[in-house]
């Protein structure tokens, strides 16, 4: 029972929120690493790209609220997410159109790209700021918790609860969900292969006559399919805040470099590594040692490795070591 | 030719001489920022001081005042020091209603008023670090310390019967400082405080600072924090797994924002804001209400009632010299003299034209007291039915 306890503390506090984290993580990484692998720059703009997208999503979700469409238990969010992906399309094809495309014209460095992307990202910043305003905003309806802590401890009579959050087990089927179309798309389709093919070497790639803008563009679409879903389901499970996008770029970029810029597989481990490791490394022994070992033995102290200030400085410094063992991360992406 | 530039130069002072005759008063608060839903109507409160004096035909010998704002960002030093300057230095104010955060006011204290010699009345920073600091006699404010804070959350704990509370704080001045000023109240008059870590604002997930404190354990847990910032990420992350269902809001998350978004989720818990009883936060209320602002914002008596302040003491002194009017602060803020409550600014001025003395009660209950801080009374609130609920003042 004692061992029980032990493990549903841990599920409900580590594993859980790890996971979801990881996926949404997972996802926006994801998007990064397509757009380095692929255009060949890293896109400072991808947080406010889902910001965008998840703008969109909220604004269609409160129309549809208002016409009084729902999904019951599920959140009305994801009727409108196919809109928001629209939109998140529209306006990253409208950006490539107006900015980027300029500069893949005279082969422009990628470091000069990637600094195009901090103005493009100040751009959105703006643009999301002016239409939906900087306060947090909530579209999240159905039900809440698939089984919330009080509920679960009433069924098992075990004294650690355990919550599972509707938007949590969304987040991780969406997420298996798109990540499973992604690889389908990139390996058996031949629109993906010859993104792959464009992404090993340019010249080759226009040499066997595949249309570099064609890539371009199909890219920039997947991106923002991404980008949306990441920032629709980050917004479902934690709340809407145009702030909180922009500060999420640099878990997403840790975890796109730790996993390999440039590969897919690696964005998703890399995900997973960064939010266990800064949910595990700072978490507090305390309640799990307390119920695995005897009561003389049960720590007094919180058993914490550190404090919870550092979470951040772990991420980034397991991002170092792995980064000096693997230069190209774990799943041999390009060397950045 | 020179009699025209003679003119024309004359001309120029004149209307020099009339503009800098004008009173300006900055207006420095986080327009932008963790706390950017308060500072509206804080920034309406001090304006309408303003214009209730303008009303009343200006300071001094009809001189009609304007307000200049300036954003801080709360916790942006470098932007509130040179927004400071801006008003001190090119708009040239004769006063400066605010800072607004802990840190940032420091800053602003320490960098612009200090060194150009102008006064400062923060509506809300409530550090204790500030009460020590060597300001000249330029800096005072309208809320109390938060050592006071810590005390009354003492105080509501015990009287609730909760002895052993987790702590989370903002990872600023204003957090670390009430933090430790109630864990040092609390555990005197022999409670438990079973943690007390930090959260960062603006973070993307909570959950490791969640299950640290779920760990730690405690009846409630204490959100130190800012309910547009990482205050919201906690208490959701709390709900959500489960860890906690009682919480304590200090000032900086009582808000409506709170009430709509965690009024019906956290059933019980309970907050206290500086606040005070009487006719004078009525009075404001009405005028308020009236003038087409929310007076019931946080700090938005105070903020009235630190432009007010201003304002009377350049009365007083018959000065709208910094250095001048700083020593009549204290004289009009308390006793002996007449009584002044919102509303009643005319009067007042008319008083101290006559030399006779006033005793600035406003709308928080104005009483400074040490280095020139509010005494401090603190509304109690509690969740009950979603709503907030006023049950007590200490």
Redesign the interface.
Known sequence: MDLLNAFVSLANYVLIPGIAYGSQLALGALGVTLVYGILRFSNFAHGDTMAFGAMITVLMTWWLQSLGVSLGPLPTALLALPFGIAGCILLLLATDRAVYHFYREKKAKPVILAIVSLGVMFIMNGIVRFIIGPDDQRFLDGERFLISAGDFKKMTGLEEGLAIKTTQVITVITAIIVVSLLFWFLNRTRSGKSMRAYSDNEDLALLSGINPERVVMLTWVIVGALATVAGVLYGLDKSFKPFTYFQLLLPIFASAIVGGLGSPVGAIAGGFVIAFSEVTITYAWKKVLGYMMPDSLAPDGLVQLLSTDYKFAVSFAILLIVLLFKPTGLFKGQSV | MKKLLMASAAAALMAGAAHAEDVKLGILFGF?GPL??LSPDMAAGAEFAIKEINDAGGVLDGQMVSAVRGDTGCIDSSLAVASAERLITSDKVNGIVGGMCSGETGAVLQNAAIPNGVVMISPSATSPALSTVEDNGLFFRTSPSDARQGQVMADILNDRGISSVAVTYT?NDYGKGLADAFEESFTKDGGTVT?N????D????Y??????L????GDVLVVVGYI?QGG??MI??AL????FDTFMYPDGMVSE?LET?FGSLTEGSFGQLPSASGDGPDLYNELGKAAGFDPTGTFSPESYDAAALILLAMQAAGSTDPNVYKDKVMDVANAPGEKILPGELGKALQILKDGGEVDYVGASAVELIGNGESAGTYREIEMKGGKMETIGYR
């Open positions: 932008t950017e839903s990872n943690m870590a930090a959260h960062e603006g973070k993307a997930d959950s490791a600072e969640v299950g640290a779920a760990s730690a354990g547009d919201a990420g959701s992350g959500d797994s489960g860890a924002t978004n």
